[in-house]
């Protein structure tokens, strides 16, 4: 297993809870530069285990603002994080993928993909361009071997989602309690999904998903116990 984040401590962190079994990468998906340098240490160390055979792109960044006081930045910032670094390491991986006619890629984007939200016009843009090119790569690697499918989630419980709490904290002075209340309504299913939810539909899109499938996680269901 290769494990990669921009930050080594919270890396280092997460291999060493996992028995030291994982390769800690040091990448940031916006800097190509620091993809190419990952890669390069990835494939060295899968060449003995035959190759990379699956790639999970779950980099995400999520900033709001009104429309009628966009920034360039942001913009550019959220398709950098969202999008572009999702492409580039298909485009890195996918044609030994290809070659060894063997591999699976999942890319976690959100319901932001699918639908709209006031606020962050900018983020579902580059949801939505991550759907739709997911969607074209896996039309053109049908046949070939190579898996492509995308996880789309509502509302997770993650540091992502405690930050947009903390924020709307500021802006509305609602205890987080309430607030977490009103993100959960808004899941179809009355409940905000868990991090396990999201992890088990990537470890089944990657074991044995059609090629483009589409997972929508939105809350329908129990919630896993002990989660």
Not at 23 to 46: C, G, K, Q, Y
Not at 122 to 143: D, F, I, N, P
Not at 156 to 184: C, G, N, W
């Amino acid at each position: 297993m290769i494990a990669a984040a921009r930050r080594r401590e919270a890396l280092l962190e997460l291999c060493d809870s996992l028995d030291g079994e994982a390769l800690p990468l040091v990448m940031d998906v916006t800097d190509p530069s620091s993809i190419s340098s990952a890669l390069e240490e990835a494939r060295a160390f899968a060449a003995e285990r035959g190759g990379i055979e699956w790639l999970v792109n779950n980099a995400g960044a999520a900033e709001s603002e009104p429309v009628t006081k966009a920034s360039e930045a942001l913009s550019e910032r959220m398709m950098e994080v969202n999008f572009h670094g999702a492409r580039r390491l298909m485009e890195a991986l996918l044609p030994e993928m290809v070659s060894r006619q063997a591999g699976a890629v999942v890319n976690v984007a959100s319901s932001a993909g699918l639908n709209g939200y006031a606020y962050v016009a900018a983020y579902c843009a580059a949801k939505h361009a991550l759907v739709g090119y997911s969607r074209a790569v896996s039309a053109e690697l049908e046949g070939k071997g190579v898996r492509v499918g995308l996880v789309c989630p509502h509302y997770v419980d993650t540091p992502m989602t405690d930050a947009s709490l903390l924020k709307m904290i500021e802006k509305t002075h609602k205890s987080q309690e309430e607030l977490r209340a009103f993100l959960a309504s808004q899941n179809p299913g009355g409940r905000i999904i868990t991090s396990g939810e999201v992890a088990g539909a990537i470890l089944e899109l990657l074991a044995e998903g059609a090629n483009g499938s589409l997972v929508e996680l939105d809350g329908s269901g129990p919630s896993p116990e002990g989660e």
